[in-house]
């Protein structure tokens, strides 16, 4: 793809430049105008070290490369300060069939991350409470990053950090003891949890000591009471069973379990750790890391009455995931509205002197608003997401009885389909942004949506049906429409938009990549007649028809996306 191009001219040109080929190679980028060939190589750096105009400069350089031009390179040309260079049609042809149809499920891979581990704490619920919308950005922008990683070549470990301590497990238990018998905890075990839950929160408005009674049974869970502790890892047990439930249709899967509990015996030497180093404070009965030089609030360690704080276990949890997981990057994909608490935990872990600390990075993202609702799981109004989805699923079905009733698997298209298009509106907004939920333009299938990318891959799936007989790996003949040639120039940078999607972290940039696709295989679908041409043009389009399934095919895979057979 790009890659190999740019290798291509990196290491043919830069002897003649008497540079270092790495150099030249990350100096080649794409035109921003298609007819200014393949890749273009800037030279206003040169140009003022060699007091030289830039095109006067580019003109030189084009006429010299020209004169030696490595295998496939068609032209060098000069445009203003660049040097750009167009390949041939079969030459990028014969490498992108050879590139996306002889890597079938891995096209576009790179081994840039071989060797190197990713630690990346995404979705993360608390125990007892339904996952709402709000999780879905969580859930789905964290297992998009962890299938970006692996088309790197990243070792990855995705780590469920479960909400899993605090006193609100005091107030669960005691709900349980008082009520647990009114419910069905056999054959309802989450909805019973949740119930009480709600429950003990509408009676505590009520009757306000009911918050005390809440804090004196997680004291006895915190001391280790073994009654309290067997409901509280049956409340653990029970909702780890609901969420996975979710997350496997979802497509969603963490490695490990690491929940708050898991670092209670861990905090105590953290703070020691920041004692010993001077850098722990008293300030008004709590104890604190001042961060003055870096423009923040103190970080409190530990409350004023001795518990500790998030932020005490987030420092443990960083230790142990660089020290113990050995992780090269770890990441954390949290809301934006905690970004002030990890750059507060990252200045303390740096002037801890842990200079790992840059691998770390907390994967902000926007909130989801759903119309005028408010997410609240004490009052049990949410959003849920498995409703979500659930609604998502029937308004698919819905179309399907209407457009197309007698369709094969309906209700598994419906599914496809309707999850799709509630991870694609999620994926294709920049994740720092708010995402309104618009179910219109959701499931519009003509739309920049995943209906619409799904409906695009289809299409070539039918194509390729009517064909009748195995589509060809290779081209019969040069394809060089205007449309054809834009199709080849989208489908060369399929890998390096993985690459740039997952060093920004940033998923919208695969998603947005593949409405291109799409918008370009429509115009090409349009104005090239597939089907009746004559044989070497009918199977070479044929060609091209399955290289574009098959990239759509997968790039929808990394977002955590099916594509049907039929839609």
Same mark, same amino acid.
Request: charged fraction near 25%.
């Given at each position: 793809?790009?890659?190999?191009?740019?290798?291509?001219?990196?290491?043919? +040109?830069?002897?003649?430049?008497?540079?270092?080929?790495?150099?030249?190679?990350?100096?080649?980028?794409?035109?921003?105008?298609?007819?200014?060939?393949?890749?273009?190589?800037?030279?206003?750096?040169?140009?003022?070290?060699?007091?030289?105009?830039?095109?006067?400069?580019?003109?030189?350089?084009?006429?010299?490369?020209?004169?030696?031009?490595?295998?496939?390179?068609?032209?060098?040309?000069?445009?203003?300060?660049?040097?750009?260079?167009?390949?041939?049609?079969?030459?990028?042809?014969?490498?992108?069939?050879?590139?996306?149809?002889?890597?079938?499920?891995?096209?576009?891979?790179?081994?840039?991350?071989?060797?190197?581990?990713?630690?990346?704490?995404?979705?993360?619920?608390?125990?007892?409470?339904?996952? %709402?919308?709000?999780?879905?950005?969580?859930?789905?922008?964290?297992?998009?990053?962890?299938?970006?990683?692996?088309?790197?070549?990243?070792?990855?470990?995705?780590?469920?950090?479960?909400?899993?301590?605090?006193?609100?497990?005091?107030?669960?238990?005691?709900?349980?003891?008082?009520?647990?018998?009114?419910?069905?905890?056999?054959?309802? !075990?989450?909805?019973?949890?949740?119930?009480?839950?709600?429950?003990? %929160?509408?009676?505590?408005?009520?009757?306000?000591?009911?918050?005390?009674?809440?804090?004196?049974?997680?004291?006895?869970?915190?001391?280790?009471?073994?009654?309290?502790?067997?409901?509280?890892?049956?409340?653990?047990?029970?909702?780890?069973?609901?969420?996975?439930?979710?997350?496997?249709?979802?497509?969603?899967?963490?490695?490990?379990?690491?929940?708050?509990?898991? /670092?209670?015996?861990?905090?105590?030497?953290?703070?020691?750790?920041?004692?010993?180093?001077?850098?722990?404070?008293?300030?008004?009965?709590?104890?604190?890391?001042?961060?003055?030089?870096?423009?923040? !609030?103190?970080?409190?360690?530990?409350?004023?009455?001795?518990?500790?704080? +998030?932020?005490?276990?987030?420092?443990?949890?960083?230790?142990?995931?660089?020290?113990?997981?050995?992780?090269?990057?770890?990441?954390?994909?949290?809301?934006?509205?905690?970004?002030?608490?990890?750059?507060?935990?990252?200045?303390?872990?740096?002037?801890?002197?842990?200079?790992?600390?840059?691998?770390?990075?907390?994967?902000?993202?926007?909130?989801?608003?759903?119309?005028?609702?408010?997410?609240?799981?004490?009052?049990?109004?949410?959003?849920?997401?498995?409703?979500?989805?659930?609604?998502?699923?029937?308004?698919?079905?819905?179309?399907?009885?209407?457009?197309?009733?007698?369709?094969?698997?309906?209700?598994?298209?419906?599914?496809?389909?309707?999850?799709?298009?509630?991870?694609?509106?999620?994926?294709?907004?920049?994740?720092?942004?708010?995402?309104?939920?618009?179910?219109?333009?959701?499931?519009?299938?003509?739309?920049?949506?995943?209906?619409?990318?799904? /409906?695009?891959?289809?299409?070539?799936?039918?194509?390729?049906?009517?064909?009748?007989?195995?589509? !060809?790996?290779?081209?019969?003949?040069?394809?060089?429409?205007?449309?054809?040639?834009?199709?080849?120039?989208?489908?060369?940078?399929?890998?390096?938009?993985?690459?740039?999607?997952?060093?920004?972290?940033?998923?919208?940039?695969?998603?947005? +990549?593949?409405?291109?696709?799409?918008?370009? /295989?429509?115009?090409?679908?349009?104005?090239?007649?597939?089907?009746?041409? !004559?044989?070497?043009?009918?199977?070479?389009?044929?060609?091209?028809?399955?290289?574009?399934?098959?990239?759509?095919?997968?790039?929808?895979?990394?977002?955590?996306?099916?594509?049907?057979?039929?839609?």
């Amino acid at each position: 793809m790009l890659q190999k191009l740019r290798d291509i001219l990196s290491s043919h +040109y830069a002897p003649m430049l008497q540079k270092d080929p790495a150099v030249l190679n990350k100096l080649l980028e794409s035109p921003k105008q298609s007819g200014h060939g393949h890749l273009a190589m800037p030279v206003f750096a040169w140009a003022k070290e060699m007091r030289k105009a830039p095109p006067v400069l580019a003109q030189e350089f084009a006429t010299r490369f020209s004169a030696d031009k490595p295998q496939g390179l068609e032209s060098v040309t000069a445009v203003s300060g660049f040097v750009n260079f167009t390949f041939s049609d079969r030459f990028i042809q014969d490498m992108l069939s050879a590139d996306i149809l002889g890597s079938r499920g891995q096209v576009g891979f790179s081994k840039v991350g071989a060797g190197r581990k990713m630690v990346i704490d995404f979705s993360s619920p608390n125990v007892a409470k339904p996952m %709402h919308i709000g999780h879905l950005r969580a859930s789905v922008i964290g297992q998009a990053i962890v299938n970006l990683a692996k088309t790197q070549g990243y070792q990855v470990i995705g780590l469920n950090h479960l909400g899993d301590w605090g006193v609100q497990f005091g107030k669960l238990a005691w709900a349980y003891m008082k009520w647990g018998s009114e419910y069905d905890f056999s054959s309802k !075990p989450f909805e019973s949890l949740y119930n009480i839950y709600v429950r003990f %929160h509408d009676e505590a408005e009520k009757n306000p000591e009911l918050e005390a009674e809440g804090s004196k049974v997680f004291k006895r869970l915190e001391d280790g009471d073994p009654q309290i502790r067997e409901l509280w890892q049956k409340f653990v047990d029970i909702s780890l069973a609901d969420y996975q439930r979710i997350w496997t249709q979802l497509g969603i899967k963490h490695e490990l379990v690491r929940g708050e509990s898991f /670092y209670n015996d861990r905090m105590r030497p953290v703070e020691k750790m920041l004692e010993e180093k001077g850098l722990l404070e008293e300030s008004d009965g709590a104890m604190v890391v001042r961060l003055d030089d870096e423009n923040m !609030p103190p970080c409190l360690i530990r409350k004023s009455d001795g518990a500790s704080l +998030y932020a005490t276990r987030d420092l443990a949890s960083a230790l142990y995931r660089m020290q113990e997981l050995h992780a090269d990057l770890n990441l954390y994909v949290v809301g934006v509205d905690q970004t002030l608490h990890f750059r507060q935990v990252f200045a303390v872990l740096k002037k801890m002197g842990y200079p790992w600390v840059e691998k770390c990075h907390h994967i902000a993202f926007g909130m989801y608003r759903f119309k005028d609702a408010r997410i609240s799981t004490r009052k049990g109004n949410a959003i849920f997401l498995e409703d979500v989805l659930a609604q998502a699923v029937e308004l698919v079905r819905e179309v399907i009885k209407k457009k197309n009733p007698d369709l094969p698997n309906a209700e598994q298209v419906a599914r496809q389909v309707g999850f799709g298009a509630v991870i694609f509106n999620d994926l294709v907004n920049d994740r720092v942004k708010n995402v309104d939920f618009d179910w219109d333009r959701a499931l519009d299938f003509e739309g920049d949506s995943g209906p619409y990318v799904q /409906y695009c891959g289809v299409r070539c799936l039918s194509l390729m049906r009517k064909f009748g007989k195995p589509v !060809p790996t290779k081209f019969a003949t040069d394809l060089n429409t205007p449309e054809e040639r834009e199709l080849f120039r989208i489908l060369l940078a399929y890998q390096d938009t993985l690459r740039n999607s997952f060093d920004n972290f940033k998923p919208h940039m695969l998603a947005g +990549y593949l409405l291109d696709v799409c918008h370009r /295989y429509g115009a090409f679908y349009t104005r090239c007649r597939i089907l009746g041409e !004559p044989s070497e043009v009918e199977s070479s389009r044929m060609t091209l028809v399955q290289m574009v399934h098959a990239v759509l095919q997968e790039g929808l895979g990394i977002l955590g996306i099916e594509l049907p057979e039929a839609m």
